[in-house]
């Protein structure tokens, strides 16, 4: 039996949990941003940033985590009322593929 053109399995470290949560609202501004993806990633390819809704960047710090699926990030700046966008990459480290996106919330 030949089988021709057959597809390779390929995934992407997508985030699974996030803090904040996509679309939260919150009262109080959050101080740290935590992606925790469904593989395990490359940490120094991987990224997070943090802008506001006219995509002014707000200083960010990256933290060293426990485990190898995680970024996290202390938010150096003060967080006024508005909408924010939490930017990620990542390159996973089981099969070297590349994925980003965003997700929002609201400081209420």
Request: glycine share 6%.
């Amino acid at each position: 039996m030949l089988m021709l053109g057959a597809p390779s399995a390929r995934s992407a470290a997508v985030p699974v949990t996030t803090v904040p949560t996509r679309y939260a609202a919150l009262i109080h501004a959050p101080r740290m941003i935590r992606l925790r993806f469904s593989e395990a990633i490359v940490e120094k390819s991987s990224s997070l940033s943090l802008t506001d809704v006219a995509g002014h960047a707000v200083r960010v710090t990256r933290v060293k985590t426990r485990g190898d699926s995680t970024l996290e990030a202390r938010i150096d700046a003060r967080l006024d009322a508005g909408v924010y966008m939490v930017h990620w990459t990542s390159v996973s480290a089981v099969d070297g593929s590349k994925a980003n996106g965003r997700y929002q919330f609201t400081v209420q």
